[in-house]
């Protein structure tokens, strides 16, 4: 089916290993749509063996770990690490929301055994959507448990980390809590945050007017997004999530070969004609959109795919089907 012009995924630059997609938080801005609905499956040796290889096979001996929330399997973080280290492979850092906080003695030991895998560094997700969420307090208590066992920690965002010092650490903060709190309007709060418009961004922060038809005017041709490696995924049932496009899958072993249209006919078409044509491709099947209402291209997007999602039970591409049923 390949004719020379379709997706070929040949060298990877730098991303990570999604460990697990359930999460003790619901953040209104998370690209995977992580939650704690979602099966508690968590990443095996095996698997994270492949996808380990895999990485380096394709030019990328370093990865960084990310969830959902890796720390919420603590002994399953610890075999990937093994494997990581048993195959060579540079932990950049690990990313985590702090919400396994209990004590600074507990968060350190773990902490100490993380290091002695060789991490480095965690990446602290600090932020108003994660305020909702989580108490300041164990975001602090993992920074303290940091300092204590000699691992560097990466605010995201440092500003967020300096700011929040004026709350209840004790208490949890909706948007509109905060909001009031600070006395700082939401917009300007979320405006210096790097935000995608993926996921449940889309339904919260990127909502907009346009019809269809005005979506497929204003972005003419394929999306070369789906190419792009520069902050790739692999996750822990071995797919390959290309760009940013969270909900869209390649089999990690189909990586390397231009793929094949028949298997993979929604991202061919997306990459090759855009989503125009996946509309096209979608309303033969039945799908219709919405009058108007759509933010960007990428919320139409999600939209036909979650209507294919209903449609194709087994498709390999629409994946993990929780992206579209939460
Ligand atoms: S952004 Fe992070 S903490 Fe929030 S729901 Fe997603 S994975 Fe969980
Ligand atoms: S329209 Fe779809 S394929 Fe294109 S960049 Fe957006 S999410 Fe990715």
């Not at 990570?16 to 609905?37: D, E, F, M, V």
């Not at 001996?61 to 690490?81: K, R």
């Not at 999306?223 to 089999?251: M, Q, R």
């Amino acid at each position: 089916m390949a004719d020379g012009n379709g997706l070929c995924i040949r060298h990877l630059s730098s991303g990570g290993i999604i460990t697990n997609y359930y999460c003790t938080s619901s953040c209104r801005h998370c690209l995977y749509r992580c939650s704690p609905r979602w099966p508690k499956d968590y990443i095996t040796p095996s698997v994270a063996k492949e996808l380990f290889a895999t990485s380096k096979r394709f030019g990328c001996s370093g990865v960084h770990i990310g969830g959902g929330e890796p720390f919420l399997n603590f002994q399953g973080l610890l075999e990937v690490l093994r494997v990581a280290r048993d195959q060579g492979i540079y932990i950049e850092y690990i990313e985590t929301n702090s919400s396994w906080y209990k004590s600074l003695d507990d968060a350190a030991g773990k902490l100490e055994q993380v290091r002695e895998l060789g991490v480095g560094t965690l990446l602290i997700s600090v932020s108003p959507f994660h305020l909702e969420y989580i108490p300041f307090k164990k975001v602090q208590g993992v920074v303290e448990a940091c300092r204590k066992v000699g691992i560097n920690r990466f605010l995201w965002t440092e500003t967020f980390y300096h700011l929040f010092k004026r709350l209840d650490p004790s208490r949890r903060y909706s948007l509109e809590a905060l909001e009031a709190e600070l006395g700082v309007p939401l917009k300007k709060l979320i405006g210096s945050y790097w935000l995608h418009p993926g996921g449940r961004a889309l339904e919260t922060f990127f909502k907009g007017e346009m019809k269809a038809s005005e979506v497929v005017a204003f972005n003419p041709g394929g999306c070369k997004e789906l190419a792009d490696t520069s902050h790739f995924h692999l996750d822990l049932y071995g797919n390959y999530v290309p760009g940013l496009c969270a909900g869209l899958s390649i089999w990690y072993e189909d990586l390397g070969k231009e793929l094949d249209v028949a298997k993979y006919p929604v991202i061919s078409t997306l990459y090759s004609r855009g989503v125009g044509g996946l509309l096209e491709y979608a309303q033969d099947l039945g799908f219709k959109p919405k009058d108007d209402g759509y933010g960007s291209k990428c919320s139409l997007c999600f939209e036909i795919r979650k209507f294919l999602s209903s449609k194709k039970k087994d498709s390999p591409e629409l994946n993990p089907v929780w992206h579209y049923k939460f």
